[in-house]
């Protein structure tokens, strides 16, 4: 969380220089409607997540829980309905959550950047203008609205319905079970959410559900919006504390899998179905550049330590007094100056040498 508040901070100082990432759903990253640091609390929480950004076949008896972020305003598709029916009905207590596109972080983000005090006039109008085009977008999108379904047999049989104003912010979260008062937190509701038949709310504004969950074994919960849970929402203490609830209704030390898309596609490269690995930690900044340091610096250490005029090799040691190797050498000299005088004085100093040492 500090992470985050401290990529707010360096964006209010640079006075929005460079927009920041809005993508929505992205599981890895700082998308300020990404869910990053949402996986790090759940982590944190001693659940072994793994993270995907589309919906797969292959997640099925895999994980015992499932939570899908919708990355569309309109209803979940049949085959995305029916895939995670599959994943409930397969071995072991499963669950599902399916948390409903209903914000965008960055409505939020650019206002906080326009009030900035010391901010130049220009600067505070594109910050203000950026605002104003992501709030007619969001508007625009949660104008649709779909019923829910009529049976609490089918998963995601949800609706939601438009409102003329959203709700405005701060607004109190009242938490099931919870003996302390609601918690306040920073979540604009644009829809209502609808539930299916027969599932329980587990959070409540005004009496509004805004997080159920259906009875028996094998759980479904719904969330009416990511708000609380995108990166830029959880700089807010209270979405981080609605956050942390919604993580203490899964169960203990549960497989978890993080999907950023409820559409079925391929694999992708931000998957992780393999769990952490050094190879994706290296694509964290800084750490590229600090292994390419490194690389360096072995180069560097075994560039010193290596000979200066190449490979070492190993002399070959002759024996000196043994005349076959004299032999060899005097006719390699004969060869190399094509002097025979030269080479015969060389000899002959060599048998006075011999005969003077014996």
């Known amino acids: 969380m500090a992470r985050l508040a401290v990529v707010v901070l360096v964006a209010l100082v640079a006075g929005c220089d460079r927009d920041p990432d809005t993508r929505y759903g992205t599981v890895r990253g700082e998308s300020l409607n990404g869910v990053s640091a949402f996986v790090q609390m759940l982590r944190d929480a001693g659940h072994r997540t793994t993270t995907r950004r589309w919906l797969a076949e292959r997640i099925v008896g895999r994980h015992n829980v499932a939570i899908v ?6 209803a979940p598709e049949e085959e995305t309905r029916r895939l995670l029916e599959r ?3 397969a071995d072991g207590d499963q669950t599902v959550v399916f948390v409903a596109r209903d914000s965008d972080a960055a409505i939020d983000y650019w206002k906080t950047v326009a009030a900035a005090p010391g901010l130049s006039a220009d600067k505070a109008a594109t910050a203000r203008e950026r605002h104003r085009s992501a709030v007619a977008e969001l508007r625009a999108e ?10 609490d047999r089918l ?3 949800y609706g939601l319905a438009a409102r003329e104003e959203p709700v405005p912010v701060p607004i109190e979260v009242e938490v099931s079970g919870a003996a302390a008062a609601p918690i306040t937190a920073r979540w604009e509701l644009r829809r209502r959410l609808e539930p299916p038949r027969g599932m329980q709310p587990l959070w409540k504004h005004a009496g509004e559900p805004l997080l159920v969950a259906s009875r028996g074994r094998d ?8 708000a609380p849970l995108l990166n830029g929402g959880l700089v807010d203490p209270g979405n981080r504390r ?6 203490a209704e899964l169960p203990k ?4 899998v993080v999907v950023g898309s409820a559409r079925i596609r391929a694999a992708s490269t931000d998957d992780d179905e393999a769990g952490p690995s050094p190879w994706r930690l290296l694509a964290v900044q800084p750490h590229p550049w600090i292994f390419a340091q490194a690389v360096a610096a072995i180069a560097l250490f075994c560039w010193w330590k290596a000979p200066i005029f190449g490979r070492p090799r190993r002399e070959q040691n002759g024996r000196p007094l043994d005349f076959g190797h004299h032999v060899d050498a005097l006719g390699s000299l004969l060869r190399k100056s094509r002097d025979e005088a030269f080479a015969r004085g060389r000899l002959e100093a060599w048998r006075r040498g011999d005969r003077e040492t014996s």
């Open 242 to 247: 609605l956050a942390a609830a919604l993580i």
């Open 253 to 256: 030390d549960a497989r978890v």
């Open 87 to 89: 994943f409930l009905a």
């Open 219 to 226: 759980r479904t919960l719904l969330l009416a919006s990511a």
């Open 69 to 74: 972020f919708a990355d569309a305003f309109a």
């Open 142 to 151: 949660t104008q649709p609205t779909f019923s829910a379904g009529k049976t």
């Open 155 to 157: 998963p995601l049989a």
